[in-house]
C-alpha cells in the first residue's frame, strides 16, 4: 500500500473529507511526508514522460520530477499537510475599537487549472477578552492560502480560522487577487482581477463598523 493510500485510508475511516482546500496533517503519520513526496516525485515523472519528455536526456527536466514533489508538499500546498501555526493570544487590556492589517500576500493554487493566484488580503478585527499579535494574522493567512483552492472559498477560511486564533466573532476580511488562469491561459486577461470580502459579527449587524473598515482599507497600502 503507498503512502498516500494508507493517509486517504486513515481519512476515509474517520469519515472526513480530503478536498483539495482541506488541511489533513491530523490523518499523517511522523515521516510519511518524505515517503508521500517520494511517492508524488514517481507519479509526476510518469506525467512527464507522457508530455513526451525525454527525462532520461533532457538536462533541464532530469530532476524536475523531485523538485515539483518538494516544492507541492513542503511549500505551495504545505497548508494541507502541516498543522497549523501556533499562536498564542494575550488578555485585552481594555482596547473595545477597530484595528487592522494588511496588506498581507497570498500565494495560492487555482484547484481548477493549477495556476497561481498572487494578491492581498486586509484584515480587520473587533476584539474582545484577547489578542494576539500582527506577524500571527500573516502566519495563519499564509497556512490558508497554502493549497489549492477557489479565492472565494479562501476567504470564508480565513475569516473562519482568523476567528478561532483571534478569539472574536468580528472578523472582516478583504483578498483582492490575479488568477493566472485568466492572464496565462483561456481568455489571457490581464487587467481584471478579483475581490472577496466577508464580514462577520459586528462587521456584519452594524453598518458603521464596517463602514470604518473600508474607509481603513482605503487608507492602506496596496489596495
Not at 506525467?47 to 538536462?59: C, K, N, Y
Request: hydrophobic share 35%; charged share 20%; glycine share 6%.
Amino acid at each position: 500500500m503507498t503512502t498516500s493510500e494508507k493517509i486517504r485510508a486513515r481519512i476515509q475511516a474517520a469519515g472526513a473529507s480530503y478536498f483539495a482546500n482541506h488541511n489533513i496533517s491530523e490523518y499523517i503519520e511522523p515521516g510519511e511526508l518524505d515517503s508521500l513526496t517520494a511517492e508524488v516525485a514517481c507519479e509526476f515523472e510518469g506525467v512527464l514522460r507522457s508530455l513526451v519528455i525525454d527525462t532520461d536526456q533532457d538536462h533541464n527536466t532530469q530532476d524536475t520530477a523531485n523538485r515539483v514533489a518538494k516544492m507541492f508538499v513542503q511549500e505551495i500546498f504545505s497548508g494541507r499537510f502541516l498543522p497549523a501555526p501556533k499562536i498564542t493570544s494575550f488578555p485585552n487590556m481594555g482596547y473595545k475599537n477597530l484595528y487592522t492589517t494588511g496588506p498581507i500576500s497570498i500565494q495560492s493554487t487555482c484547484a481548477h487549472h493549477f495556476q497561481n493566484i498572487t494578491g492581498n488580503c486586509w484584515v480587520g478585527i473587533f476584539p474582545e477578552k484577547e489578542v494576539i499579535g500582527l506577524s500571527k494574522f500573516n502566519r495563519v493567512v499564509q497556512w490558508i492560502t497554502r493549497r489549492p483552492q477557489i479565492q472565494e472559498e479562501m476567504t470564508v477560511q480565513i475569516a473562519e480560522e482568523l476567528k478561532k486564533f483571534a478569539k472574536t466573532e468580528h472578523v472582516a476580511v478583504i483578498v483582492k487577487a490575479n488568477h493566472h488562469c485568466m492572464t496565462a491561459r483561456g481568455v489571457r486577461e490581464h487587467t481584471s482581477d478579483m475581490t472577496t470580502a466577508i464580514m462577520t459579527g459586528y462587521f456584519q449587524s452594524d453598518a458603521s463598523l464596517k463602514n470604518e473598515f473600508y474607509q481603513l482599507f482605503n487608507s492602506m497600502k496596496g489596495h
